[in-house]
C-alpha cells in the first residue's frame, strides 16, 4: 500500500469534504408503522472529496498516473486528513485499527504523529509498557504503528483514540476517468475517495 501524493507547491483545499457513512437496515414489523433498526456497520466509513484550487496539467498528470497505477477503484492507498473544520489538535474517538488474530502483534495506526491515545482491546483501555509500545510515525507510509507484547486474542477489536493526524485506507470511488474528466473534478466538483476500513488491504 502506498500514500496519496502531495504536491507541496499546491496543497488541496481545507478542510477537505469528509462524510461518514453509516449503514442501516431498517423495517416495518406492525401495522402501526414502528421501525425496527439494525446497525449493520459496527464502524462508519468515509467518503473524502478532494479538490484544488488549480493546478497545472503536468501537476494534475502526477495524480492521474497515480489514479492509473491504482487501477482506478481497485487498489487500495492512504489518505492522510487534515484537521477537518478548522480545528487543530482535532480528536478522534475509538478508531478502527483491526481485529485480533491470536498471532499478530504489529499493527499500523489510522493516525500519524497521535497525541494524547488510549489504545483498547474490546473497550477495555490498555497500558503502555505492559501491553504494548507505540511508536510515532513507525509504519511503512509515515503512520504510527503499535506492537503488542502479547498477540491480541482471535476475534479482539483494537480501537484508538488520540489527538492528531487522521490516516484513511481508501480506494477511489470512480472507476471509469478520463483525462480530462479526472482534471476537471480536481478543479471544480472534487474527486471521491471511497474510505474502508483501516485492515482493509
Same mark, same amino acid.
Given at each position: 500500500?502506498?500514500?496519496?501524493?502531495?504536491?507541496?507547491?499546491?496543497?488541496?483545499?481545507?478542510?477537505?469534504?469528509?462524510?461518514?457513512?453509516?449503514?442501516?437496515?431498517?423495517?416495518?414489523?406492525?401495522?402501526?408503522?414502528?421501525?425496527?433498526?439494525?446497525?449493520?456497520?459496527?464502524?462508519?466509513?468515509?467518503?473524502?472529496?478532494?479538490?484544488?484550487?488549480?493546478?497545472?496539467?503536468?501537476?494534475?498528470?502526477?495524480?492521474?498516473?497515480?489514479?492509473?497505477?491504482?487501477?482506478?477503484?481497485?487498489?487500495?492507498f492512504k489518505f492522510f486528513l487534515p484537521s477537518?473544520? #478548522?480545528?487543530?489538535?482535532?480528536?478522534?474517538?475509538?478508531?478502527? +485499527?483491526?481485529?485480533? !488474530?491470536?498471532?499478530? &502483534? @504489529?499493527?499500523?495506526?489510522?493516525?500519524?504523529?497521535?497525541?494524547?491515545?488510549?489504545?483498547?482491546?474490546?473497550?477495555?483501555?490498555?497500558?503502555?509498557?505492559?501491553?504494548?509500545?507505540?511508536?510515532?510515525? #513507525?509504519?511503512?507510509?509515515?503512520?504510527?504503528?503499535?506492537?503488542? +507484547?502479547?498477540?491480541? !486474542?482471535?476475534?479482539? &477489536? @483494537?480501537?484508538?483514540?488520540?489527538?492528531?493526524?487522521?490516516?484513511?485506507?481508501?480506494?477511489?470511488?470512480?472507476?471509469?476517468?478520463?483525462?480530462?474528466?479526472?482534471?476537471?473534478?480536481?478543479?471544480?466538483? #472534487?474527486?471521491?475517495?471511497?474510505?474502508?476500513?483501516?485492515?482493509?488491504?
Open positions: 500500500m502506498t500514500a496519496f501524493p502531495e504536491i507541496t507547491s499546491v496543497p488541496f483545499i481545507n478542510p477537505v469534504v469528509e462524510q461518514l457513512q453509516f449503514k442501516t437496515l431498517i423495517t416495518n414489523f406492525d401495522d402501526l408503522g414502528r421501525e425496527q433498526r439494525k446497525q449493520k456497520n459496527l464502524y462508519p466509513k468515509r467518503v473524502i472529496t478532494l479538490k484544488f484550487e488549480w493546478l497545472t496539467k503536468t501537476q494534475a498528470q502526477v495524480l492521474y498516473q497515480f489514479y492509473i497505477d491504482r487501477a482506478g477503484a481497485f487498489n487500495v477537518p473544520r #478548522g480545528v487543530q489538535n482535532y480528536s478522534y474517538v475509538k478508531e478502527y +485499527v483491526g481485529t485480533g !488474530d491470536g498471532a499478530t &502483534r @504489529i499493527y499500523s495506526l489510522p493516525s500519524r504523529a497521535a497525541a494524547a491515545y488510549t489504545v483498547y482491546i474490546d473497550a477495555v483501555a490498555q497500558s503502555s509498557p505492559s501491553d504494548y509500545s507505540f511508536s510515532v510515525l #513507525g509504519g511503512p507510509d509515515g503512520e504510527d504503528k503499535i506492537t503488542f +507484547v502479547d498477540p491480541v !486474542d482471535t476475534g479482539g &477489536r @483494537i480501537t484508538f483514540s488520540f489527538t492528531g493526524q487522521l490516516k484513511v485506507v481508501c480506494r477511489f470511488k470512480d472507476d471509469m476517468l478520463s483525462f480530462e474528466s479526472f482534471f476537471d473534478k480536481l478543479v471544480n466538483t #472534487g474527486v471521491q475517495l471511497q474510505g474502508l476500513l483501516n485492515d482493509d488491504a
